[in-house]
Nanobody, 116 residues
Framework: QVQLVESGGGSVQAGGSLRLSCTTS????????MAWYRQVPGKQREFVAT???????MTARPVLGRFTISRDVAKNTVYLQMNSLKPEDTAVYYC??????????WGQGTQVTVSS
């Protein structure tokens, strides 16, 4: 069973940066797309950014210009570079992958806390 393992979360002051990583247990080419979502307690999970296996990407409006999704195929890893962080970016960030067969795979989540 394919697994996704996130890392890179932590605590940072407003204006700071973090880079999240999501590594697949198998080949990243098994996924048609990878994405990052985030969730605050009591709220629905929110889309952050996605990257397709042919390289095109899309970023949600609240983080546009501050967050960048990228991938390293050789390392089977997707990244989320987060700059100019704001307190409202505080959330648990989840990595998601859609397999070529259409099934969803989720990581365990990593906490990001931004203090003012």
């Amino acid at each position: 069973q394919v697994q996704l393992v996130e890392s890179g979360g932590g605590s940072v002051q407003a204006g700071g940066s973090l880079r999240l990583s999501c590594t697949t247990s198998g080949s990243i080419s098994s996924f048609r797309s990878m994405a990052w979502y985030r969730q605050v307690p009591g709220k629905q999970r929110e889309f952050v950014a996605t990257i397709a296996n042919f390289g095109t990407s899309m970023t949600a409006r609240p983080v546009l210009g501050r967050f960048t999704i990228s991938r390293d195929v050789a390392k089977n890893t997707v990244y989320l570079q987060m700059n100019s962080l704001k307190p409202e970016d505080t959330a648990v960030y989840y990595c998601n992958g859609v397999l070529n067969g259409g099934n969803d795979v989720w990581g365990q989540g990593t906490q990001v806390t931004v203090s003012s």
